[in-house]
């Protein structure tokens, strides 16, 4: 069984480090979160943000599923503490908390849709779209991890909730799955849904468990990927 590479997400450079960037190149708030500073220009549009600010927010972003996949109702403080930079900085580039959830939604979106562009799941076995999608998913596990917390404090979910559309990308992993149903490779029991909620526990697991329980980040990886293998695989004993 391939190996899941261990390496977690860049650290952010220190707050003295990123700010002189930034002074040098000021900070721009992305496509995703127009700030004030993005405003029409009469002279033109605006240039792209510059390398230093991209590296800032996106360090922001990553701060911020970090600290509020676990505490929803922790302070913007602690998402500049954590990115290594000042709380005006993070301002600059998200104008408030309902602007940076936004943007780590966004974010979220982005790396689940990409992991499963990249795990080509129309070719080989069903079983093996599913290794690479697992693959994909876990190496992405500090990003999807956002859409794991709880819901953000004083939410409103009240009122009757309809369960939200196939996307196309749940459409290809089903699709996949059924393939594998079909070639012999996955056990055929298992229903497309049944192996996406078991998906998605192993991934909270992975991401959420080692923390509790002294594991290190790649052993849980490591173990999250076997566990999920062997638990569909039509033939768990030659996994």
């Known amino acids: 069984m391939q190996e ?23 900070a721009e708030p ?14 033109g549009p ?16 990553l701060a911020a599923v970090e600290v509020l996949s676990v505490n929803p109702g922790a302070a913007l403080s602690d998402v500049a503490d954590t990115a290594g930079v000042s709380r005006s900085t993070l301002h600059r580039h998200f104008t408030d908390r309902a602007a940076l959830r936004a943007a780590v939604d966004a974010l979220a979106e982005e790396q689940w849709t990409e992991a499963v562009r990249v795990a080509r799941l ?12 697992c693959g994909e998913l876990i190496s992405r596990i500090d990003t999807l991890a956002w859409w794991m917390a709880s819901d953000e404090p004083d939410q409103d979910t009240s009122g009757d ?14 699709a ?17 849904e049944w192996v996406s909620n078991i998906t998605w526990a192993t991934l909270y697991a992975i991401r959420f468990i080692p923390a509790q329980g002294g594991m290190s980040p790649f052993e849980a990886r490591q173990q999250g990927l076997r566990t999920l293998l062997k638990s569909v695989a039509a ?3 030659a996994v």
């Open 235 to 237: 033939d768990p004993s």
């Open 176 to 192: 996949a799955l059924r393939r594998g149903h079909r070639d012999g490779t996955i056990d055929p029991t298992l229903s497309p």
């Open 46 to 61: 605006l240039a792209p943000p510059s390398p230093a600010a991209q590296r800032t927010r996106r360090a922001i972003l």
């Open 4 to 26: 899941i590479d261990s390496a977690a997400s860049p650290a952010p450079g220190t707050e003295r480090e990123m700010e002189a960037e930034e002074d040098a190149s000021p």
């Open 122 to 133: 129309d070719q080989g076995s069903g079983f093996e779209a599913f290794r690479r999608l």
């Open 30 to 43: 992305g496509p995703e979160e127009p700030g004030p500073d993005r405003a029409h220009s009469s002279s």
């Open 161 to 174: 909730c309809e369960a939200p559309a196939e996307s196309a990308e749940d459409a290809e992993i089903a």
